[in-house]
């Protein structure tokens, strides 16, 4: 416990004397790439570490939030070394070089004079979480770690799609309905839309939808908001057909529009997600999962917006059993959007006992 204390000090807190930051690199294959590492200040001994992965965002390493959590993590006496992944600050997807960056990142670290090498851990956020899972299944990363920990994860590719496009999710024959964050919809099909059948003349409107993904990373606002709208207007109106200008209101509609036609929303989710499957199979973790090496910690903000938290309850349930330490849904810290409203003052410290149990557990796992 006491070194959950010290994390919810530095996170809620920041000290800027509690932990250094130094820059470092680490090498793919014949690739220099760079990486960010902290230390808990003044402390000599050789620590536990963790490896702490960024998904598809555009500040990478450099996001303030992922920046306040490896201070954080280090503050609670551990080495914490931040990779950067140039292809996912891109927000290109690529996930056939993620299990040999994962497992280059982890020797990296390890190899360090300062880290115990039998107590590292690997910690992915988002898309950096279901890559995490696929690493941890190749029993050559999978010998390097004392376990992982996967927030906000996805385990089924084409549900995540279907949510994406619809707002819709479901688990156990209940369905729920959240509003849709649209950034993943603009990464994905900014990706894989040419490559559908029948959408081969659509790079233009790829490109547009990319262009509005690397927009909201690099303003730091959420791609739901309003301020977008403008933009979307002026990247349609470079769109030069119709068909083309369709297409791009179904995945970018501007918020004063009608909502997009559902079943139109739902199908294009199942052309896309046979196209992601069809060129990128490391993509879904599910035919992994089953031959994961090491312990799993696994959570989820209940709000998410962007990858639903039925997919983590999914992510449980194909995972062996025997290493599956915890999964917990919180209220708390969404994966977009911040904290859930309306929780009032019990269920605010029901969540904030939740969470606290879930950093005791992750902490510990090295």
């Known amino acids: 416990m006491p070194s959950t204390l010290k994390f919810l000090r530095q996170y809620l807190r920041p000290a800027d004397n509690a932990t250094t930051v130094s820059e470092t690199y680490y090498m793919r294959g014949d690739e220099r790439l760079p990486a960010s590492v902290y230390r808990p200040v003044n402390d000599k001994r050789v620590l536990p570490a963790w490896v702490v992965l960024h998904g598809l965002t555009r500040t990478a390493r450099a996001h303030p939030s992922l920046q306040k959590f490896a201070s954080a ?111 993943g919809s603009w990464i994905m099909a900014g990706h894989y839309l040419p490559h559908v059948p029948g959408y081969e003349d659509m790079t233009s409107v790829a490109e547009e939808l990319h262009g509005l993904a690397i927009e909201a990373g690099e303003r730091r606002i959420y791609a739901w908001e309003p301020i977008f709208d403008e933009s979307k207007r002026i990247r349609r109106a470079r769109l030069k057909h119709d068909e083309h200008r369709k297409l791009f209101d179904l995945l970018a509609p501007e918020t004063t529009k009608p909502k997009p036609d559902p079943e139109r929303g739902l199908q294009l989710a199942e052309e896309l997600a046979d196209t992601a499957l069809r060129m990128d199979p490391l993509l879904e973790p599910r035919p992994y999962l089953p031959h994961v090496r090491t312990p799993v910690l696994l959570a989820h903000g209940r709000d998410d917006r962007l990858i639903p938290f039925t997919e983590t309850i999914r992510l449980s349930r194909e995972l062996p059993p025997a290493l599956v330490r915890s999964r917990t849904i919180t209220a708390l810290f969404q994966h977009s959007g911040g904290t859930a409203s309306g929780l009032g003052p019990m269920g605010t410290a029901t969540e904030g006992a939740r969470f606290v149990s879930l950093l005791h557990r992750v902490l510990g796992l090295v």
């Not at 551990?78 to 290109?92: K, T």
């Not at 997807?93 to 090498?117: K, N």
């Open 73 to 183: 993590v280090a503050s609670a006496g551990n080495v914490v070394m931040v990779p950067e992944i140039p292809e996912w600050r891109d927000l290109r997807i690529e996930p056939a070089i993620a299990v040999a960056t994962i497992h280059d990142a982890v020797r990296a670290l390890q190899s360090r004079d300062d880290v115990r090498h039998e107590h590292v851990g690997l910690f992915g956020f988002s898309f950096g979480a279901t890559q995490s899972l696929i690493a941890v299944a190749d029993e050559r990363t999978a010998g390097l770690l004392a376990g992982v920990a996967a927030w906000g994860g996805f385990c089924d590719l084409r549900r995540v799609f279907r949510f994406g496009l619809t707002g819709s999710h479901e688990i156990d024959g209940k369905t729920y309905e959240t509003p849709p964050d649209p950034y």
